[in-house]
Structures are given as structure tokens and as C-alpha cells.
């Protein structure tokens, strides 16, 4: 077993996850346990095995390897009130008198310098690194910093000083500058540059901020996880470590207003929403949790918060995180090349770190006292539409899965177009599904030429509301444009069920398209295709492998992903998955297709995936109608209620009413 033995479950105080403080300490010893016999000389660099390097070179994963264990290290040692039996802190002040003495611009590992770190350079990884020691440095200060020699606080102080006058990429990396300066500004070292660029980053985020507590990642719409772990969890710690009530109350409230619907993209399972990059940081999506509760921003209650962040700790322990030496891998569950970016290497997912940052809060805090409440995904069935990021969250209470579609996030940048990206572009992202790496793609809807299909592309968010989310985008074919022609897209949900519209304007008759519904993936899967309907079923492996095990393996649950066509649509079939995705090694896709047949065309389409095997519940009722300037939309769905949506070629208008205020109208 890659972990030692965890402490009793505690079901009366934890009824969902079964764990307390004590499972978050054990699993932080754990984790430090392990990487301890992969440091180098000095302790300086911890360079872990791995597949393959990152393209900053060895030299940089080995620092990579000190910095982001280090801020494990600093987080259990700060938790216990500077009790460190283990002596962790005396380990990484060795490491860093010993990197700091002469700093290198060489970037592989030699037996003349296997120590020195890296330099702080324009766009470098040591830049990120530096953050991270400088906020363990400042979580950890009475009992490391305080007690070094003068001329080592000074040369490691002149080495982090590097991350201020450097250039950053422009994007959250300007907070790693906020993070060196709050630190180095507290110690009074390089004090009026390390201030300056305090400032400097909390004015450069501001353009990137969308409203409602959500932010862009520098690109125009690049909306993922570094929402949590970056632009919420950096400026609302160094406020609170600063004392800083005005900047706390500023950023402070932009996290409250994050957590309301952040708190909905974790799944019953404890699983948080596979999307977007850097995916291999895994429970680090417990960071922003925990930041609400450290600094009474947060809009959960103390029960919920614990349940949410040990969901999402547990649910990679118990599905193979870890290998079998107790080291973090590349992946999701295990080792997942497809997901992981170039800048990665075998210490990277130990930013997972962050997501610890509950050891900062007292043993006696209500956020480990008090029992653990449901997570917003077991509560009731949701759609929760979030117009700032363009999402929207669809849950069911029944399953726990959590889906968010997304019509305002592709990571594109300003200047150019690049190819889609998987884990941006898609139509919609879950709690249980990942993107299709190899084969047809996944929540797409494309125009065809020949075998080749269109790509998303920019996408130009059209609102998001209740029951709803709408955009718009113009299909792109091996980089270039379609001429003329545009797809206004929009999905409307209700319980399990999608309605799925988008009408495509432009593209000459006789162009085929295709829609494809949710890819489900594990051990075996199986499908099923006839009347314009088809089903993938995949058999999903339970929980084994983690610190809770049980004895006997668990029987192993289903996931089945359904699509129906009901406008515009032809054809029908499932397409295997022989390479799987993340969360499996074979899977398959349901594929609707179509043929556009006049200038302006409407495809409509039902999608369902759901965590039980059971029959499928009565399909929605649609009627669609050609008016002036559009289409309209009426559905009417099973439980009651319905949705009227009219589609122009400048946006699209949403009108929901409820049981017994249905009226079909025109047909």
C-alpha cells in the first residue's frame, strides 16, 4: 500500500468522507515521508523520478521538488504551532542555505554543481518556485526564518528579490511577484521594490477580473482552477497575513462571491471539475475551500467546507493519485501523458500542497469541530447559471455528478487562433467525464469536410441564466474561417436532461454536421445505437487503491452517457474510444449527425449522462418553428414546466415558465 495506515474513520463527525484533522495530517506525513530519500546534497533540490523531464530542465524540477514540499512541509509545521518532530523545517533551511550560495543559470544537474538553484529569469520557473518558499518562508517565520544566520536570510532574500525585477508571464504569474513582495516587505528586505510589486500585481489582475468572483487567466476567456488556486488564494492570504482589512475586504468579497458557485462544481464523489490546464494539481481545488474559512470569507458553513475539501483529498487517494513508492503522479487518477502541459515535471503536482491550507486553522475551529454537511451537489438537483465565466452548473442529487457547460471559456488568445484546446473548448466539461485526447471529440458540435471537422475556435459569450447558457462562434477548418458562416449555440437543462440547439447560419446546403455527446470511459464499455438514439455505457471501477480500502473490493458502478436526436439530426452511432481518457482506458462517444440544408439551419439534440443504470427518463417534448429573424425553441420538460427559446443571428432569448404556465404554442 503506498500509504501508511490512516486513523479510524469518524462517521459521526464526518457521515460523508469519514475523516478529521488527524487524516489531513497523516495524509501530509505521508506525502512528505515519501519524497524525503529523492533529495540531493544539502537537501537542496528534490529531483523525483518521472517519465521525462519539464522543458525548464532538471536543474529547475529539483527545485521545483524543494519548493512545492516545502509548502507542505510549512502548512503542517504552522498547523501545529511550530511543533515539528519530524524536524522538516531544519531540512529546508539546509536546502535553502545551500541553494542560495551561488545561483545558476545552467539548467541540467552535474556532479560539479548538485546543489545551486536556479536564477530567477524573465518568464522562468523559478519565478513560480520562489513563491511558494516565500510563502512557506512566512507561514514558517518564528521557527526557520527568524533563526537563520544573517548572511543567509540576506543571500536568500537577494535570490527571491530576483522574482520582483524579472518579468512574469502575463497572467496570474504576477502573483507569485505579490507573494515574494508581501514576504520580503514583512522581513525588510528590498523593501520599496518588494512593495512596488505588490502593487504592481494587484493592479495588473484587475483588467482580468470578469465580475462575480470570477477571473480570466490573462487571455481574453481562459476561465479554470486558477481561479481558486491563484487569483482568490494569493491576494486573500497575504491581506489576512498582512493585517491588511481594506485589501481583505476587497478581494475577501470577491472569494465569497466565488465560493457561491464554486462550492457547486464538486461531485458527490468528492471529485472537483476535470478542466482546464494544470489538471495534475489535483486536490489543490481545496485551496480557495479552505482561504474562505481561514479568513471568514466564504459563504459555506464549516461542515460543508470540510466535507467539499475532504471529498476532494479522499477521492484521489482512494483511486491511485499515488504510486506505489507514495509519490503523486502525472495524471488524474494514475500517470496521464495527454494531460500533462510541457511546463510539468515530476514534482509539479505537488502544488497540490495548497489544497493543506486547512492545517492553518486551530484543531477546536468549527471547520473540523462541527459535523460535515451535505455538498451542494447531494442536496437537490441544481442548474445554476453563472453569466460572468459564461457557465452553466448542472448537478443531480441521485448520482452526484456535477456537469458544467460552458459557453465563455476556450483559452484563445487575443492576437491569434490557435487549435482548440480539449480542455477549454468543449461544449461541456464534468465531475466524472474528461475530454477525448485521441479520436472524435467530445461536446462538440462541428460542420464536416469530408472526415475533417470544424473547430470552436473564439467563443462570444451570449449570457447565462437560469436553466441556460448561449454562445456564438465561427467554425474553423485547419485554421482558417469558414466563409460566412457563423453557429449560434445553446443549451437548456433541466434535472439530467440537455436540450442541445445550435443554429448555423451560412454554410453551403448539403454541409454535413455533427454532435457529439459526453465520453464515458473505464474497464469495459458498451453501446448501442437505433431510431436516432444511442447509448454509451461504461463500467467504472470502484475505489480501492486508497488509505480507507476496504477488504473486499467494491462493486464497480456504471456511467452512461445517452443523446437523442429531435431536430435537424439523421444519423445516430457510438464511436469507440480505443485510448480512453482520463478516467479510463477504453471508452466511446454517441455521435448524432446531420446535413445542412438551407441558409440558415436549426439542430437540435437531447443529452443525458447519468451515474445509474436505469432507463431513461421521458424525453423532453420540442417544437421548433421558423419566425422573423430566427427560430423559436418550446420545450416542454417531463417533470412539469418548460422553456422558450428564440435564436437569432445576434443572440438568443431565454424564457422559462413553470408547471402549469406551459404553453406549447405554434407547431
Given at each position: 500500500m503506498p500509504l501508511p495506515p490512516f486513523p479510524p474513520e469518524d462517521r459521526v463527525r464526518?457521515?460523508?468522507?469519514?475523516?478529521?484533522?488527524?487524516?489531513?495530517?497523516?495524509?501530509?506525513?505521508?506525502?512528505?515521508?515519501?519524497?524525503?530519500?529523492?533529495?540531493?546534497?544539502e537537501h537542496a533540490l528534490i529531483s523525483l523520478p518521472g517519465p521525462r523531464p519539464s522543458r525548464s530542465g532538471p536543474r529547475s524540477d529539483g527545485l521545483e521538488g524543494y519548493a512545492r514540499t516545502f509548502l507542505l512541509a510549512a502548512l503542517r509545521v504552522a498547523g501545529a504551532?511550530?511543533?515539528?518532530?519530524?524536524?522538516?523545517?531544519?531540512?529546508?533551511?539546509?536546502?535553502?542555505?545551500?541553494?542560495?550560495?551561488?545561483?545558476?543559470?545552467?539548467?541540467?544537474?552535474?556532479?560539479?554543481?548538485?546543489?545551486?538553484?536556479?536564477?530567477?529569469?524573465?518568464?522562468?520557473?523559478?519565478?513560480?518556485e520562489a513563491a511558494s518558499i516565500a510563502l512557506a518562508l512566512r507561514l514558517t517565520r518564528p521557527w526557520l526564518w527568524d533563526r537563520l544566520p544573517a548572511p543567509v536570510r540576506t543571500r536568500a532574500a537577494d535570490w527571491l528579490a530576483g522574482a520582483l525585477?524579472?518579468?512574469?508571464?502575463?497572467?496570474?504569474?504576477?502573483l507569485f511577484q505579490v507573494t515574494v513582495g508581501g514576504f520580503l516587505a514583512e522581513t525588510g528586505h528590498h523593501t520599496e521594490a518588494a512593495e512596488a510589486a505588490v502593487t504592481r500585481g494587484l493592479a495588473r489582475i484587475e483588467r482580468w477580473y470578469l465580475g462575480d468572483g470570477w477571473y480570466t487567466d490573462g487571455r481574453p476567456r481562459a476561465v479554470d482552477h486558477y481561479n481558486g488556486w491563484a487569483f482568490h488564494l494569493y491576494p486573500v492570504l497575504h491581506a489576512h497575513l498582512a493585517g491588511d482589512e481594506r485589501l481583505l475586504a476587497r478581494h475577501g468579497a470577491r472569494l465569497e462571491a466565488h465560493l457561491q458557485g464554486f462550492a457547486h462544481t464538486f461531485g458527490g464523489d468528492g471529485a472537483p471539475l476535470h478542466q482546464g490546464r494544470s489538471l495534475i494539481y489535483r486536490f489543490a481545488s481545496a485551496a480557495a475551500l479552505w482561504t474562505g474559512a481561514l479568513t471568514g470569507r466564504t459563504p459555506l458553513t464549516p461542515g460543508t467546507t470540510r466535507r467539499l475539501a475532504s471529498g476532494a483529498l479522499r477521492h484521489f487517494l482512494d483511486r491511485g493519485a499515488v504510486d506505489g513508492h507514495g509519490l503523486l503522479t502525472l495524471g488524474w487518477y494514475g500517470p496521464c501523458p495527454p494531460l500533462v502541459q510541457s511546463y510539468s515535471g515530476p514534482a509539479s503536482p505537488y502544488w497540490a500542497s495548497k489544497g493543506f491550507l486547512g492545517l492553518l486553522l486551530p484543531a477546536d475551529h468549527p471547520v473540523w469541530t462541527d459535523p460535515e454537511e451535505p455538498a451542494p451537489a447531494e442536496r437537490a438537483d441544481t442548474v445554476l447559471g453563472l453569466p460572468a465565466p459564461g457557465r452553466l452548473i448542472q448537478s443531480t442529487a441521485a448520482d452526484g455528478l456535477v456537469r458544467v457547460h460552458n459557453h465563455g471559456s476556450d483559452d484563445q488568445p487575443a492576437d491569434e487562433v490557435l487549435p482548440d484546446d480539449p480542455l477549454y473548448s468543449r461544449l461541456a466539461h464534468s465531475t466524472a467525464t474528461g475530454p477525448v485526447f485521441e479520436g472524435t471529440a467530445d461536446n462538440h458540435f462541428a460542420l464536416l469536410d469530408g472526415e475533417e471537422a470544424s473547430e470552436r475556435g473564439p467563443i462570444r459569450p451570449l449570457g447565462a441564466g437560469p436553466g441556460w447558457a448561449a454562445s456564438a462562434h465561427r467554425p474553423r477548418i485547419r485554421g482558417a474561417e469558414l466563409p460566412g458562416t457563423a453557429v449560434t449555440s445553446l443549451v437548456l437543462a433541466d434535472g439530467a436532461l440537455e436540450v442541445h440547439a445550435h443554429l448555423v447560419r451560412g454554410a453551403a446546403a448539403g454541409t454535413a454536421v455533427r454532435h457529439t455527446g459526453w465520453a464515458v470511459a473505464g474497464e469495459a464499455v458498451e453501446t448501442e445505437a437505433g431510431d436516432g438514439r444511442v447509448r454509451a455505457r461504461a463500467t467504472v471501477p470502484a475505489p480501492g487503491s486508497g488509505p480507507e480500502a476496504a477488504p473486499e473490493p467494491a462493486a464497480a458502478r456504471v456511467l452512461v452517457s445517452e443523446a437523442a436526436a429531435l431536430h435537424g439530426f439523421g444519423g445516430a452511432a457510438a464511436h469507440a474510444l480505443p485510448a480512453g481518457t482520463a478516467f479510463g482506458p477504453c471508452g466511446a462517444v454517441p455521435v448524432l449527425t446531420g446535413t445542412v440544408t438551407d441558409q440558415e439551419c436549426l439542430f437540435v439534440s437531447l443529452l443525458r449522462l447519468s451515474g445509474t443504470d436505469t432507463a431513461a427518463p421521458p424525453a423532453a417534448r420540442t417544437t421548433v418553428t421558423a419566425v422573423p429573424g430566427g427560430h423559436r425553441l418550446v420545450v416542454h420538460w417531463p417533470g412539469g414546466g418548460g422553456t422558450t427559446a428564440l435564436l437569432r443571428a445576434d443572440g438568443v432569448t431565454v424564457t422559462p415558465s413553470a408547471p402549469g404556465d406551459y404553453s406549447p404554442g405554434p407547431s
Open positions: 464526518s457521515p460523508y468522507t469519514g475523516w478529521t484533522r488527524a487524516h489531513w495530517e497523516a495524509a501530509a506525513d505521508a506525502l512528505l515521508a515519501a519524497v524525503a530519500p529523492h533529495a540531493g546534497p504551532a511550530g511543533h515539528d518532530p519530524l524536524g522538516l523545517l531544519d531540512r529546508y533551511a539546509e536546502g535553502l542555505a545551500a541553494g542560495t550560495r551561488a545561483p545558476t543559470t545552467e539548467t541540467e544537474l552535474t556532479g560539479r554543481d548538485p546543489v545551486a538553484w536556479p536564477a530567477v529569469t524573465d518568464r522562468g520557473q523559478a519565478m513560480v525585477r524579472h518579468t512574469p508571464v502575463d497572467n496570474n504569474w504576477w
